[in-house]
T-cell receptor
Framework: GAVVSQHPSWVICKSGTSVKIECRSLDFQATTMFWYRQFPKQSLMLMATSNEGSKATYEQGVEKDKFLINHASLTLSTLTVTSAHPEDSSFYIC????????????FGPGTRLTVT | DAKTTQPTSMDCAEGRAANLPCNHSTISGNEYVYWYRQIHSQGPQYIIHGLKNNETNEMASLIITEDRKSSTLILPHATLRDTAVYYCIVRRRDNYGQNFVFGPGTRLSVLP
């Protein structure tokens, strides 16, 4: 199947700093990318959906000014956690889908963020 | 909210078939049933999906009831590496295409 990568795989940062997470589709063009967050022992929660070249659509309760999403190309989306705090510590997972609306959605390996 | 219900956990003996049930009684006609699994600290892995017919691939089989209100994922010969959380997802559509809403899933433990 198609490959989605994330970088970094884990990151530790200090409270108040910003962290950028990259999501890349390696062998297909991702017209839509999704960002999820997963706290320990919980399921994945969709944070936002982004279409290439458009502003992201955020799920209810997700602060768009805190979680900045950029989807400037068909192979790259970035999530920036601004002014991170310990409660932002989580497993962040991106997912990408190609042009077909009913196409499969491929998930990245996830990024473990720890804010100290 | 997730539109599916699954048992919280299940055990299966290594080498035996693992049958994971899922209820999706409010599924609408154009919604597919998808199965993903997540091994600890990894991203979800696609397993299989179907609309109304039974499906089989190299990983698993998907049996969907005729009324489409429930389905069963079958791993024919479970191995220790199949230990994971299995998510049954009914795909919804919105203006930007399809999103996946994850419920709590079933934690499958394959025992030696």
């Amino acid at each position: 199947g198609a490959v989605v990568s994330q970088h970094p795989s884990w990151v530790i940062c200090k409270s108040g700093t910003s962290v950028k997470i990259e999501c890349r589709s390696l062998d297909f063009q991702a017209t839509t990318m999704f960002w999820y967050r997963q706290f320990p022992k919980q399921s994945l929660m969709l944070m936002a959906t982004s279409n290439e070249g458009s502003k992201a659509t955020y799920e209810q309760g997700v602060e768009k000014d805190k979680f900045l999403i950029n989807h400037a190309s068909l192979t790259l989306s970035t999530l920036t956690v601004t002014s991170a705090h310990p409660e932002d510590s989580s497993f962040y997972i991106c997912s990408a889908r190609g042009e077909r609306v009913d196409g499969e959605q491929y998930f990245g390996p996830g990024t473990r963020l720890t804010v100290t | 909210d997730a539109k599916t219900t699954q048992p919280t956990s299940m055990d299966c003996a290594e080498g035996r078939a693992a049958n994971l049930p899922c209820n999706h009684s409010t599924i609408s006609g154009n919604e597919y049933v998808y199965w993903y699994r997540q091994i600890h600290s990894q991203g979800p892995q696609y397993i299989i999906h179907g609309l109304k017919n039974n499906e089989t691939n190299e990983m698993a089989s998907l049996i969907i009831t005729e009324d489409r209100k429930s389905s069963t994922l079958i791993l024919p010969h479970a191995t220790l590496r199949d230990t994971a959380v299995y998510y049954c997802i009914v795909r919804r559509r919105d203006n930007y295409g399809q999103n996946f809403v994850f419920g709590p899933g079933t934690r499958l433990s394959v025992l030696p």
